[in-house]
């Protein structure tokens, strides 16, 4: 019917499809080698069994002449009948001739002559009166058929039952995956937790490792969400706190010059948060576009890219009485996310002049090193970060105790993030003259 869902292929289905197509081919092959060995067995079988045919068929001939030949016919019929000859075909019965001792006196033969040119046997008599030669029946080319007819049905059953039992295994060897879908159609939304199965099976604990993986990893985002969405909402308060304060002091203050000072600071308030809602959603995109294969690179030149970055920040140094300076080749190109190099190199220099005291230095330098690799660094002679606290300055809205400089805490995890985008990774190190703490950015050189 148009507009219902087409109805999703089954493994099961598929199994039982597989394995049946090769029971259709395997019977047909079965059923002509059961002929052929019944047909033309082999050397051995055949005269075993002409001895056998022959004693009874000698049996039957001894005794007196009168009634020999209806006592030979009695028993070629019972052999007939034991070995189920009558359902081959009359062509498929057993040949045979019966001479005297001296084989100069036909006594009697079978209803279709003895082919010279078929395997014989010859026995003789217990008494040593009577000689019986016996051969195989001539198996003519359709002579197949009748043993095909007789044997098809036999191999029939074998494989209607056969074709059950696939059926009923496959179905029952699917139940723990059937099993797993109904655990996983009643969990309630929201439910993270791992998934429990009774019993673990080759075949599905993949499947359930993957899946509690799966369910660990997205566990952890959500954390990792409502813990960044309550910092924020804690950092936020306090500035948004301020700038309310000193909006009302400026509404309500009479003189000129508090409400300069309410205005100024007021100014200063607005522009932390700014700057603070600036880096929450810089850190927000960094998180949503964490797959550096999605990532689109261009090819760069890092040395033009950090003379441009430094001259844009170098206002900020000289307000602050630091010197900066850049040690970089003239050019040197790597193919990467334009965007995210900003980020990480705005977030270092900035890092580095605000917690600088007056005077100081703040050195940035590029350069190619050993083992394949680009190295960006941005180092200072200020306080530096005690070793303790050098990973820790890499979470967000983490601030080293005893600082009094107005901040976000989310620059270096930016800077952290921005690099992991573009396959590197930020180390950190010593400062300039013994003094300070660098930050440097290692990235991967192309492959040639």
């Not at 090193?369 to 200020?382: K, P, Q, Y």
Request: aromatic share 4%; net charge neutral.
């Amino acid at each position: 019917m148009k507009g219902q869902a087409k109805q999703a292929p089954s493994l099961g289905r598929r199994m039982i499809a597989w394995q049946g197509m090769a029971l259709l081919l395997a019977w047909p092959v079965l059923s002509l080698l059961l002929s052929y060995r019944q047909l033309y067995g082999d050397p051995t079988q055949v005269k075993a069994q002409l001895r056998d045919w022959g004693g009874l068929l000698v049996e039957a001939a001894r005794g007196p002449a009168d009634g020999r030949q209806q006592r030979l016919d009695a028993a070629e019929r019972a052999l007939v009948r034991a070995y189920s000859l009558d359902q081959l075909g009359e062509q498929l019965r057993p040949r045979y001739q019966l001479w005297s001792a001296d084989e100069r006196q036909l006594l009697a033969r079978s209803a279709e002559a003895l082919d010279p040119a078929e395997p014989s046997l010859s026995l003789s008599a217990s008494d040593g009166q009577l000689r019986l030669h016996i051969g195989a029946a001539p198996r003519p080319p359709d002579s197949v058929l009748p043993v095909l007819a007789q044997v098809l049905p036999m191999q029939l059953g074998v494989f209607i039952w056969h074709g059950l039992w696939i059926w009923l295994s496959v179905r029952w060897g699917l139940m723990p995956l059937r099993q797993l879908a109904q655990r996983i159609a009643q969990r309630r939304a929201g439910d993270l937790t791992p998934l429990m199965v009774d019993r673990s099976y080759a075949e599905t604990a993949p499947v359930v490792s993957s899946l509690n993986a799966l369910l660990q990893r997205e566990s952890q985002r959500l954390d990792a969400e409502r813990n960044f969405l309550a910092d924020a909402a804690h950092e936020l308060r306090t500035p948004l706190a301020a700038v309310s304060a000193q909006a009302h002091l400026l509404l309500q203050e009479p003189e000129p010059d508090a409400r300069r000072d309410a205005a100024t600071a007021l100014r200063q308030g607005i522009e932390r948060v700014s700057h603070l809602l600036a880096q929450l959603l810089t850190m927000a995109r960094a998180e949503a576009r964490d797959d550096p294969a999605k990532q689109a690179g261009q090819r760069l030149d890092l040395a033009e890219l950090l003379r441009e970055r430094a001259a844009l920040l170098a206002p900020l140094a000289r307000g602050r009485h630091i010197e900066l300076s850049l040690q970089a080749p003239d050019e040197l190109y790597w193919l990467g996310e334009r965007s995210a190099l900003h980020s990480v190199i705005d977030n270092l220099l900035d890092n580095a002049i605000r917690y600088t005291p007056p005077g100081g230095r703040v050195e940035a330098s590029l350069r190619a090193r050993s083992g394949g690799e680009l190295c960006l660094s941005v180092a200072d002679d200020g306080p530096g970060i005690a070793l303790a606290e050098q990973e820790r300055v890499f979470e967000r809205f983490y601030r080293v105790a005893g600082n009094s400089e107005t901040g976000t805490g989310l620059g270096l995890a930016i800077a952290r993030r921005m690099a992991q985008r573009l396959r590197g990774r930020i180390e950190v190190g010593g400062g300039l003259a013994g003094r300070g703490v660098g930050f440097s950015l290692i990235l991967p050189l192309p492959a040639d």
